[in-house]
């Protein structure tokens, strides 16, 4: 379609609108009897009922060519030949007259009234519509694909996600009557690496949530501002999701990069297409292009898809690794086949668009690259369900630590690991100690082999990782089987997952001011900690700074656990205070104020940004327990205080 010439456009689109309008006019058969012999005497008719005709939703190919051919003559009583209009550089000469085009039709002629009503302001002459993009003027003649949704189907731009409040997502109309800067100050303004797993998967929730954007912001543009955030925390599927939750026709500028991303980010750029078909002259970069013949490919024509990526490669429009990797995909999305030989040598790093294409592909990436990358496609490896058990399982060391993967999550994809005989090196013994965490014969054997988990971690974040991991196992110990701190970090492991309710069954088997019942005294729905175990804590505490007093404080101050003197007494000791005001801390505690629990967890995401608890001051977990709390994400509030205690 690309190399037809207009006059050709406007013949195709007459033919097919003409055979279409053939096609269904034969209603039925036809008789092969000569005359009347079939004809029924006539009968008396009944007068025709008038039936109102909709008009077209743009206009048909076929009124286009008649258009442009000019003026049809209205019919008379007698036939009246007229000479056509002579035209320079045309002959009309010739043995009987014959139409010729009609000066509308001819480049540099002003349309008529009727036909320049269709096309956009600014095109005047056929010379101007002989300008227009292909792309463009295809769209206009009605010869460009498009993925059309009836309006029946179509959604509108409210409570746009994927977690309804009856399904656990926050209330809807929370951020609907927010100050606008104030939300996309807020999201755009956090970088996704936070120092908690559990602020992590709060964040989330929001996110997810189906949420009306705030009255003076475009929804296309708060559900990329919502994508784009998940994708800087590793949730590719959650933003690929939430842009899937918008109509194409839709999409703001915004949402098209988002959507291409959180494709990229999920090894799905075939689930881009429809996006592409709808906006196709929206970017002019490479990716764009490359995409773009992928999904030629990918929609049947492989022959155009394919000279496309060639045209592509000799301009160098992408390194030529990615164009190698681009027509790999498109082989394997499309009807089409080539052969093609991935090369790394030369390549020294390792883009999210080469890692899409690679693991698209069921190609594993150069493990020195993914060295490289410090963990960047983790959260993305351990969720591919095309790679292989051993890579994810590598992977979930940090996925599961930053919150991406669950503990059951975690757990199914050991026991895949364990029970594919193929998979070997440290995921396979990593499977058979897990095991062991279950079935071992002593719990002092079960806990024996979570040590060994736990200590075989070459990062603090693999180390917690793998905690999570044994969250289960370490709720099926027998209460009292063991105490101090192995009793302390059996506890950390069940409320990493959130089982407070097996870990609080370990209330009477901790000492009073120990690790296990600082914990509990966090976890607990209720009830408020005696100052002598807390003054005895303190005493104990051995970490930096004494950190884990200073978050312990914060905790139970923001769950109202402790008297305002206790705390005033034991922060002066400490050296810290609580009660400072920062434009940050106004904000949240204002958000609290009026009951917004979206705004709050916003907030209190973008107070725990940071690469460790190291970087998180008891300040501000006072505040984000304290407005959690205070705004019903209590369970929350309760799970982010004892995991402050039980990291920092």
């Not at 964040?203 to 475009?218: G, K, T, V």
């Not at 013949?293 to 022959?303: D, H, L, P, R």
Request: glycine fraction near 10%; hydrophobic fraction near 45%; charged fraction near 20%.
């Amino acid at each position: 379609m690309r190399g037809f010439t207009l006059a050709a456009r406007l013949a195709l689109a007459a033919t097919l609108a003409g055979a279409s309008a053939w096609a269904f006019a034969q209603s039925g058969p036809e008789s092969l009897l000569p005359g009347d012999y079939d004809r029924p005497a006539p009968r008396a008719s009944r007068p025709a009922v008038p039936r109102p005709s909709a008009a077209p939703a743009r206009a048909p190919a076929a009124t286009l060519a008649r258009l442009a051919a000019g003026p049809t003559p209205a019919p008379s009583s007698s036939p009246r030949i007229t000479a056509a209009p002579v035209v320079p550089g045309f002959s009309t000469a010739g043995p009987s007259p014959t139409p010729s085009a009609a000066p509308s039709a001819i480049p540099g002629h002003a349309l008529s009234a009727e036909l320049a009503a269709l096309f956009p302001n600014g095109i005047r002459s056929m010379a101007d519509i002989d300008r227009l993009p292909p792309d463009k003027l295809d769209e206009l003649l009605g010869l460009k694909p498009r993925y059309d949704i009836p309006p029946g189907a179509r959604r509108a731009l409210l409570r746009v996600g994927v977690i309804g409040s009856g399904e656990g997502g926050l209330p809807p109309f929370a951020l609907a009557k927010q100050d606008a800067d104030l939300v996309r100050a807020t999201l755009a303004g956090n970088s996704g690496q936070l120092v908690s797993r559990w602020g992590h998967i709060l964040l989330r929730r929001a996110l997810a949530s189906r949420l009306d954007a705030p009255e003076a912001m475009d929804p296309a543009d708060f559900a990329a501002l919502r994508a784009a955030l998940l994708l800087r925390m590793g949730e590719g599927d959650a933003a690929r999701t939430l842009v899937q939750d918008v109509d194409p026709e839709a999409y703001s500028p915004a949402l098209v990069d988002a959507a291409l991303d959180s494709y990229v980010a999920t090894a799905d750029l075939t689930g881009m297409c429809p996006v592409q078909a709808q906006w196709p002259a929206l970017r002019k970069d490479g990716e764009w292009q490359v995409l773009k013949a992928v999904c030629a490919t990918f929609s049947g024509n492989g022959a155009a898809g394919f000279a496309q990526l060639d045209h592509l490669t000799y301009r160098g429009a992408m390194p030529r690794i990615d164009m190698l990797l681009a027509q790999k995909y498109a082989g394997a999305a499309g009807k089409a086949r080539r052969a093609v030989t991935i090369e790394w040598k030369g390549v020294d790093d390792l883009t999210p668009w080469r890692y899409a294409l690679t693991i698209g592909t069921g190609l594993t990436p150069p493990g020195e690259l993914l060295q490289q990358t410090g963990g960047r496609f983790d959260a993305v490896s351990a969720l591919a369900p095309m790679l292989p058990l051993g890579v994810r399982a590598d992977a979930s060391d940090r996925a599961g630590g930053i919150g991406v993967l669950s503990a059951a999550a975690m757990v199914d994809l050991y026991s895949q690991v364990y029970a594919d005989e193929a998979v070997s090196g440290d995921a396979a013994a990593r499977a058979d100690l897990l095991r062991d965490c279950y079935v071992a014969e002593t719990p002092q054997a079960r806990l024996a082999a979570m040590r060994k988990l736990w200590d075989g971690a070459g990062t603090p974040m693999a180390r917690w990782s793998r905690v999570v991991l044994t969250a289960y196992a370490a709720a099926r110990m027998p209460v009292g089987s063991v105490s101090g701190d192995d009793a302390a970090d059996l506890i950390a492991a069940m409320l990493s997952a959130g089982l407070d309710a097996n870990a609080l069954r370990w209330r009477n088997a901790v000492d009073a001011g120990s690790r296990g019942w600082a914990l509990l005294a966090l976890a607990q729905a209720n009830g408020a900690a005696d100052n002598g175990p807390l003054s005895s804590f303190h005493d104990s505490d051995k970490s930096d700074r004494q950190r884990k007093t200073a978050f312990l404080l914060a905790g139970l101050a923001g769950l109202g656990r402790v008297t305002p003197a206790a705390s005033s007494d034991l922060a002066e000791k400490l050296g810290i205070s609580l009660d400072g005001q920062t434009r940050w801390t106004r904000a949240i505690d204002g958000a609290a104020a009026v009951g917004n629990p979206a705004l709050v967890a916003l907030l209190a995401g973008l107070g725990m940004q940071g690469s460790g608890w190291d970087r998180m001051t008891p300040r501000h977990l006072y505040h984000i327990v304290a407005a959690l709390n205070r705004v019903g994400l209590g369970a929350e509030a309760r799970m982010i205080a004892a995991e402050a205690v039980a990291r920092g």
